[in-house]
């Protein structure tokens, strides 16, 4: 480095790793290169094209929507009313259903999805490993709209059965008879729960063994060194450090959840009322808007697309917390 | 890690268990049952889910089902599948072509010329973001932006996935030319070779086989999607190759609609186009598997 051009002001930007980049420094030196220049702004560009989308998107739908929010007002998002024929769009009920039916997905996919990504890198014999993930690849490669043929042709009609019984037993109980009320035709918040608890389960559980693979092994080998039994290790040295980042993961399964269309269009039974009678068929967001959208004109397709800014905003709340809690947690992984 | 299990001699073994009292063995033994049985819980519904999907999809495949126009009765047995096979291949074709070349530029400004950078960053950021946004939003958003002017067509629904893939790719991508070593970047520049050049004759190749595993897995992601297909794309049932002009068919699209009807041809039709939709998918995500095993392998080498 002893070439006194090293000490020109780079005229190529900085690269990604600040220890390398000296012969790209030396001939970016010499001359401003416009070949380099012209490919720099065309990769730029195509960067640029995300936010460019993300902000489109925002604006676009929102100015398709507004007529209905104008019209609606809060009451779009306050009330539970939704009779398109007599123009009144109050779309409480969806909101409701698909806060819920994510929820209900979260309770059944997070201990499963743990435990897998704890099997896989913590307990799982090493030639097991690799079906692991292969088993979570397929999961994942299922299309949405392959799983809401099964749960409303095979799933819904047979767990119809075992709702009913479970409704039996609760019924009369305080809490219990009320969640676990009457069902019609196995099309509910809760298979629309289960059915999304699977679909989920590959990415929360890729994520989270992600996370626990970072756990540095000294750690493991302390906790064993004190004599802990394998489960004891993992509370004491896997959990602890990887709680942020499993936090994170859970929460994109949660954006995940609650955009997911098709196989919830399918088996949540379509009929827009708000009950804590998990047995009873649902509405949500995504699945009202892909069920009515055909016949809708005017107001009522503002006031669908209205459904869609609404789901897209809290998407990417829910997203941006969650990423924003997995980048402070590699940020900790990278500083330690 | 296991390894650690793995090199326990029987001896330390016996002394672990001569000084573990049983509640803490009986304990360790739940959390294993836990994690094992989450894996079996996992796998039975894949089992379930592709076992009938095979199952009762078989019967209708064969040659007429490739080659046919869809049944326009839906009471009625008969008909084939032909234009939504390849309205699926075109429409997912058209979207790899936008998405993958403007996502593998993308990447090579996230990690050949942003790096750190604030700007880098919130492409990075936002790009994470866009993987989250629900497809029937993107669905939304080019119904509005263009099948509003340009009505239904093919080109709609390519677009709408092309937005779906863009993310993927160019997240895939930036990881993949993380793991090119500089030294690779150094030799070319030593040799007298400008930035961009080295970046498509040396970082590229380097990496190709990582991008295509990574392409491979949008492409499979975006084959399957139904929602942003169901306001662009229209419904044909007979062969439309042209992406530009009129309705078009889809399989995820034919699924759709059929399992909603109550007619026994129908539901059979829905499950034989499920059978070829995860054939076609599942094609994708085990190929993407192989080349990234391979590159692997050649790394590890």
């Keep these: ?336 | 890690m296991t390894d650690v299990l793995e090199r326990q001699d029987d001896s330390e073994r016996l002394l672990l268990d001569a000084t573990t009292s049983r509640s803490r063995k009986v304990r360790n033994c739940v959390a294993s049952i836990w994690m094992v049985g989450s894996l079996v819980v996992a796998m039975v519904p894949l089992a379930f889910v592709i076992g009938y999907v095979v199952v009762k999809g078989i019967g209708l495949i064969n040659v007429t089902w490739f080659t046919e126009d869809i049944q326009a009765r839906s009471r009625e047995a008969g008909g084939g599948m032909a234009p939504a096979i390849v309205g699926t291949l075109l429409i997912t074709g058209a979207a790899t072509l936008m998405a993958v070349p403007l996502g593998i530029l993308g990447a090579i400004y996230l990690n050949e010329y942003g790096g750190k950078g604030r700007t880098a960053g919130l492409i990075r950021f936002m790009s994470d973001v866009m993987t989250g946004v629900p497809s029937i939003v993107m669905g939304l958003f080019v119904y509005t932006v263009f099948t509003l002017t340009f009505g239904l067509n093919g080109l709609g629904g390519a677009l709408a996935l092309a937005c779906l893939m863009l993310p993927i790719v160019i997240r895939s991508t930036e990881e993949m030319l993380k793991l090119v070593p500089d030294e690779l970047r150094d030799g070319s520049y030593a040799l007298g070779n400008r930035k961009w050049r080295t970046v498509t004759t040396v970082v590229l190749p380097a990496a190709f086989g990582g991008i295509v595993s990574g392409v491979m897995l949008a492409i499979a992601r975006a084959a399957g999607e139904t929602a942003p297909l169901v306001f662009t794309i229209g419904a044909a049932r007979a062969l439309n190759p042209n992406l530009l002009d009129g309705a078009n068919a889809a399989l995820s699209l034919q699924i759709f609609n059929n399992s909603q009807s109550p007619f026994p041809a129908s539901q059979d039709r829905a499950w034989a186009a499920a059978l070829t939709l995860v054939a076609i998918v599942f094609l994708f995500t085990i190929a993407a598997r192989v080349v990234s095993a391979r590159v692997a392998r050649r790394h590890s080498a």
């Design chain 1, 1 to 336: 480095m002893a070439s006194p051009s090293t000490e020109v002001p780079d005229a190529s930007p900085p690269n990604a790793d600040p220890t390398y980049g000296s012969g790209a420094e030396l001939i970016a030196a010499g001359r401003v290169n416009r070949g380099d220049q012209a490919f720099r702004g065309v990769a730029l560009v195509a960067g640029l094209t995300v936010l460019v989308i993300l902000a489109m998107i925002a604006v676009s739908t929102t100015r398709e929507a507004w007529p209905a929010f104008q019209d609606q007002g809060l009451s779009f998002i306050t009330t539970n009313d939704w009779v398109p024929a007599e123009g009144r769009f109050g779309a409480l009920a969806f909101i409701y259903g698909t806060i819920l039916v994510s929820v209900l997905a979260l309770i059944f996919a997070v201990p499963i999805s743990v435990g897998i990504a704890l099997y896989a890198n913590e307990a799982a014999p090493q030639r097991f490993k690799s079906s692991v993930v292969y088993v979570m690849d397929l999961l994942a490669a299922i299309p949405s709209v392959v799983y809401g043929l099964w749960g409303i042709l095979v799933f819904a009609p047979n767990v119809k059965g075992v709702y009913e019984a479970v409704g039996g037993f609760f019924e009369g109980w305080p809490v219990l008879g009320t969640i676990f009320g009457p069902t019609s035709s196995g099309r509910s918040f809760m298979t629309a729960g289960l059915i999304l608890a699977v679909m989920i389960t590959p990415i929360v559980t890729s994520l989270s063994r992600e996370v626990i693979a970072t756990v540095p092994s000294a750690q493991r080998e302390a906790a064993y060194g004190m004599g802990a039994t394998r489960w004891e290790m993992i509370r004491a040295a896997v959990l602890p450090w990887s709680r942020g980042g499993i936090v994170g993961a859970v929460m994109l399964g949660l954006g995940r959840a609650m955009g997911e269309t098709i196989a919830v269009a399918l088996v949540i039974g379509s009929n827009p009322q708000i009950t804590a009678d998990l047995f009873a068929p649902g509405d949500a967001m995504a699945a009202v808007i892909v069920n009515q959208f055909g016949e809708a004109s005017g107001l009522f397709r503002s006031a669908l697309i209205g459904l869609g800014v609404v789901l897209f905003g809290i998407t990417i709340i829910v997203n941006v917390s969650a990423r924003g809690i997995v980048s402070r947690f590699d940020r900790r992984i990278a500083g330690s």
